[in-house]
């Protein structure tokens, strides 16, 4: 049985046994479908439309005939008849040229790598003396300068004969492993090249980084969307698709073997350099991404209690994981404060150096987890506010994320009329977040939004920017932001009141999650000082228009720092951080989970939260005085 | 008494306070507490689900205004329940086990409430033990939530338990739950939201013209 796919203008043809979703089949063909949901035909992103052949519909054959297609989710329509057609429509792809954070600002700090590399002179041995390679080879490396009693694992030592006979002078890679010092390569003296390689595992997009262990200059950067996600877009889906027979193997090897390790076979290409060069890899992200990664079951996690299998992960071996680096290279995953915040807040927090600041800290990852940590004092309180994916722009009626072609920023100038700029300049193909929140913002303070979220119709008409939208199958009021002409689909590009009210929920989930936490320590948004932002997001929104929106609180710019990507900074820092190690630890050990659902506080602060900028404006005075300002 | 213009304002637009201080005003003026309900308030919740459906306000505006209306119920249900009135149906709602989200559950809960139904609100995280106790308890329809895909299975769980139970409904709701989920399994009803939610317990229960 074979499908021929179209796709952007091209055709592929796929093979595979009748009875197969077409979802699955695209895949199998190299189609980034967007199945947005996990296949569960509940989110509609991989719509087809069927040409030709008999399909089972969930459940009911269908023949299409080729003067009548239709359309149908690829996840709930397997083949039946021996071949077919199916169109993909580009809206139903994940989104292809990504803008992925891979770029962090932390203090400069002098490289400490953990993984060393010494140059020994292995002696020949004697008859006379009961020794062996392995203990040469100790003693070579105690005698330059190396730790003593370090050992080679078996399989490093099955090869060390043959090592040793083209030379006795090798250059040795050791470092920590599970308490004592594992030497993990030995190469002929001056040939290879030593390698550390930092990850930062997100559930949508993946980021590595290669370093020389030696000098800690970075050689590569290189990222890519998380190949899990045909199995769902948030953590809770990845759960799920953990359950299904075979899933925990599948989601273990999309994210190594098809993410992971085509991230490396790109940075050493690129480098020039053998991927056998890498020994030392370490990795942050969320805990179900940790466990995925290892392949440890992320089910306990779904649910209350949410237990994790474990939150500390001993270094493990890179063959274990199918890692195509140097098989025996050691594998560091930084641990996890609980089961929904991770290993990348850990790494946040020892990047932005949290529990070192004076004075009341925040720091916060607006996304879909929406983490939160709290740092009175000594204390380090955390939460996870669950946000949901609106500000990748999914749910929302001309949403995208943050990729070539989206619609990043929006101004509203006389008339009014928009003006808008695109990633790398290209049509307008949707809004990702930081347009959005733009666009919200601004209107809200124009006075087309009011504080519900709903658009003042009139004003809209009379600017001919009244928009025709459905929700549901019945009409609903949108605003035209980007008119067709300027488009790549030819139609304009519009926000509706459900998308704003999708906004709404969103950011209020974070403004709520920190008021709770704050009242958890006893505080208030007054008694704030800093505002540390993790996560790529925030380094391309206008932290003014969050304010407005009341989605950040309304801190003047001094007191809000942007990091960028900490989960990757703080792979690094595990890489050449001094004390890395010693500070995660410091870090899991005082973080006090604090449960959002169980502080009556929450859903109060929710809904007030949903209002522009907030039911109780009292905290957002400096930006409503900036809004009642006339605008330029 | 004629509808409260007023108190059915306050509760359209969430303004708790006012809607406190008009009931409170009302009733020392020697208002009927089963008409201030009947006649201003549930009207108005009826009023923002109905809009709700035809895409006229948001989950915002709902919250706000479900907010409002159970700042009026805490001041009145005491006196209603004294004053013997007699509701439409019993229903209880809960969030399933492993599951603490509640506030879409607590909408529909007031929007319910705001129909004339007795609810019986269950909380989070609630078992197929409490659900069982509350049909003991003389409701009619159990009403599930759920927010997590995680924690939808045990809607399953539930819609089966009851299956023997000739007469009682399951009705199930919550953003990850579709038609097509509750239809597979084999639950009476489902609603996408807080304002479908009244609609689908009154045909269930047989009370739709
Ligand atoms: C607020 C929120 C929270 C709050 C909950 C506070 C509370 N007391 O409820 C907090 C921060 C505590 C929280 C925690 C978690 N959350 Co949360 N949360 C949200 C959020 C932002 C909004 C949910 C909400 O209240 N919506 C508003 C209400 C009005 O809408 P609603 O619930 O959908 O209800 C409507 C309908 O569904 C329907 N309905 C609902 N129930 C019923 C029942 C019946 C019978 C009927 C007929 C209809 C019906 O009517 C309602 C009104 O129209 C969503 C994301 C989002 N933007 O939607 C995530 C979200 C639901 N959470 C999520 C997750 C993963 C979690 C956590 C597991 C992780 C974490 N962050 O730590 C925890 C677990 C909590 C737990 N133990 O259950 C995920 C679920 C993903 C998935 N695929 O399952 C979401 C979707 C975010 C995301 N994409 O990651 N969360
Ligand atoms: S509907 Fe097919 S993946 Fe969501």
């Given at each position: 049985m074979s499908v021929r796919f179209r796709i952007r203008g091209e055709t592929r043809i796929q093979d595979g046994p009748s009875g197969s979703a077409l979802a699955d089949l695209a895949f199998a063909a190299g189609i980034p479908l967007n199945t947005a949901c996990g296949a569960r035909g509940a989110c509609g992103r991989c719509a087809v439309v069927l040409r030709e052949g008999t399909f089972a519909i969930r459940g009911a054959e269908v023949n299409v005939t080729p003067g009548s297609p239709r359309r149908a989710l690829a996840c709930?329509?397997?083949?039946?008849?021996?071949?077919?057609?199916?169109?993909?429509?580009?809206?139903?792809?994940?989104?292809?040229?990504?803008?992925?954070?891979?770029?962090?600002?932390?203090?400069?700090?002098?490289?400490?790598?953990?993984?060393?590399?010494?140059?020994?002179?292995?002696?020949?041995?004697?008859?006379?003396?009961?020794?062996?390679?392995?203990?040469?080879?100790?003693?070579?490396?105690?005698?330059?300068?190396?730790?003593?009693?370090?050992?080679?694992?078996?399989?490093?030592?099955?090869?060390l004969p043959e090592r040793l006979a083209a030379t006795p002078r090798l250059d040795v890679s050791w470092g920590p492993f599970r308490g004592g010092v594992d030497v993990t390569a030995a190469a002929p003296a001056g040939t290879a090249r030593h390698l550390g390689l930092a990850v930062d595992i997100g559930t949508t997009t993946v980021v590595a980084l290669l370093a020389d262990l030696d000098t800690g200059a970075a050689i590569g950067r290189a990222s890519a969307y998380n190949a899990q996600m045909r199995?769902?877009?948030?953590?809770?889906?990845?759960?799920?698709?953990?359950?299904?027979?075979?899933?925990?193997?599948?989601?273990?090897?999309?994210?190594?073997?098809?993410?992971?390790?085509?991230?490396?076979?790109?940075?050493?290409?690129?480098?020039?350099?053998?991927?056998?060069?890498?020994?030392?890899?370490?990795?942050?992200?969320?805990?179900?991404?940790?466990?995925?990664?290892?392949?440890?079951?992320?089910?306990?996690?779904?649910?209350?209690?949410?237990?994790p299998v474990r939150r500390r992960h001993p270094e493990c071996r890179a063959r274990d994981l199918g890692l195509a680096v140097n098989p025996n290279a050691i594998v560091d995953v930084l641990p996890s404060m609980t089961g929904h915040v991770g290993g990348d807040l850990v790494a946040d927090a020892c990047a932005a150096r949290l529990l070192d600041r004076k004075g009341l800290v925040a720091l916060v990852d607006i996304g879909t987890n929406g983490e939160i940590l709290l740092c009175p004092g000594a204390r380090l309180l955390c939460a996870a506010t669950a946000a949901g994916p609106a500000f990748e722009g999914a749910g929302l009626r001309h949403g995208m994320r943050a990729a070539e072609g989206a619609v990043d920023h929006v101004r509203w100038t006389e008339g009014p009329k928009a003006e808008w700029t695109t990633i790398g300049g290209a049509p307008a193909a949707g809004f990702c977040g930081s347009a959005i929140i733009d666009f919200v913002a601004q209107s809200f303070r124009a006075g087309l939004l009011d504080a519900l979220g709903r658009f003042d119709m009139d004003r809209l008409r009379a600017a001919g920017l009244e928009a025709r939208a459905d929700h549901r199958g019945r009409p609903i009021h949108a605003c035209r932001v980007v008119p067709a002409e300027a488009t790549a689909a030819g139609h304009a590009l519009t926000v509706s009141e459900a998308d704003v009210a999708e906004i709404l929920k969103a950011k209020a989930a974070i403004h709520a999650g920190i008021v709770t936490l704050l009242a958890a320590a006893g505080r208030t948004l007054d008694d704030l000082d800093t505002l540390i932002l993790a996560g790529g997001f925030a380094r391309h929104i206008h932290l003014r228009h969050a304010a407005w929106m009341g989605l950040l609180p309304d801190l003047p710019a001094g007191k809000i720092e942007v990091i960028g990507n900490g989960s990757l900074a703080g792979a690094v820092l595990a890489l050449g951080g001094p004390g890395a190690a010693a500070e995660f630890e410091r870090i899991v050990r005082v973080a006090e989970p604090v449960e959002l659902n169980l502080r009556p506080e929450f859903e109060s602060a929710y809904i007030d939260s949903m209002l522009l900028p907030n039911a109780d404006p009292s905290a957002f005075a400096a930006a409503t005085s900036e809004m009642s300002a006339p605008t330029r | 008494m004629?509808?409260?213009?007023?108190?059915?304002?306050?509760?359209?637009?969430?303004?708790?306070?006012?809607?406190?201080?008009?009931?409170?005003?009302?009733?020392?003026?020697?208002?009927?507490?089963?008409?201030?309900?009947?006649?201003?308030?549930?009207?108005?919740?009826?009023?923002?689900?109905?809009?709700?459906?035809?895409?006229?306000?948001?989950?915002?505006?709902?919250?706000?205004?479900?907010?409002?209306?159970?700042?009026?119920?805490?001041?009145?249900?005491?006196?209603?329940?004294?004053?013997?009135?007699?509701?439409?149906?019993?229903?209880?709602?809960?969030?399933?086990k492993g599951d603490l989200h509640d506030i879409g559950k607590n909408l529909v809960a007031m929007m319910l409430k705001g129909a004339g139904f007795k609810v019986i609100d269950l909380g989070v995280n609630v078992d197929i033990a409490k659900f069982e106790k509350a049909v003991n308890d003389g409701a009619q329809a159990v009403l599930l939530s759920a927010l997590l895909t995680t924690t939808m299975p045990y809607m399953k769980a539930v819609a089966d338990h009851f299956?023997?139970?000739?007469?009682?409904?399951?009705?199930v709701g919550g953003a990850p739950v579709t038609q097509g989920y509750a239809d597979e399994i084999g639950a009476h009803g489902y609603a996408e939201d807080a304002g479908a939610s009244v609609g689908i317990v009154e045909k269930c229960l047989g009370l739709a013209g």
């Open positions: 709930g329509t397997r083949t039946v008849s021996a071949d077919a057609f199916v169109e993909i429509p580009d809206k139903s792809l994940v989104e292809q040229r990504a803008s992925i954070a891979d770029d962090f600002a932390i203090p400069p700090f002098p490289w400490t790598p953990v993984q060393r590399r010494t140059t020994v002179s292995v002696s020949a041995g004697d008859w006379e003396t009961a020794s062996s390679d392995v203990e040469r080879l100790a003693l070579a490396l105690g005698a330059a300068g190396g730790p003593a009693g370090a050992a080679p694992d078996l399989r490093l030592a099955r090869e199995r769902g877009d948030d953590v809770a889906a990845r759960i799920t698709a953990s359950l299904a027979p075979g899933g925990l193997d599948l989601l273990q090897s999309l994210v190594v073997c098809e993410t992971v390790n085509r991230l490396v076979g790109e940075l050493c290409a690129k480098a020039g350099c053998a991927p056998e060069a890498i020994v030392r890899v370490t990795a942050a992200g969320n805990t179900v991404m940790a466990h995925l990664f290892l392949g440890l079951p992320p089910a306990g996690i779904g649910a209350m209690p949410f237990q | 004629a509808k409260n213009d007023a108190l059915f304002k306050a509760v359209s637009t969430g303004q708790r306070k006012e809607v406190e201080d008009i009931v409170q005003t009302e009733l020392a003026k020697g208002a009927n507490p089963v008409e201030l309900l009947m006649d201003s308030m549930i009207p108005a919740m009826r009023d923002l689900g109905e809009r709700f459906s035809r895409n006229e306000v948001y989950v915002p505006q709902m919250l706000i205004g479900a907010r409002a209306m159970q700042a009026g119920l805490n001041i009145l249900e005491p006196l209603v329940a004294k004053a013997g009135h007699k509701p439409l149906g019993t229903i209880c709602i809960g969030t399933v299956k023997a139970r000739a007469g009682v409904k399951v009705i």
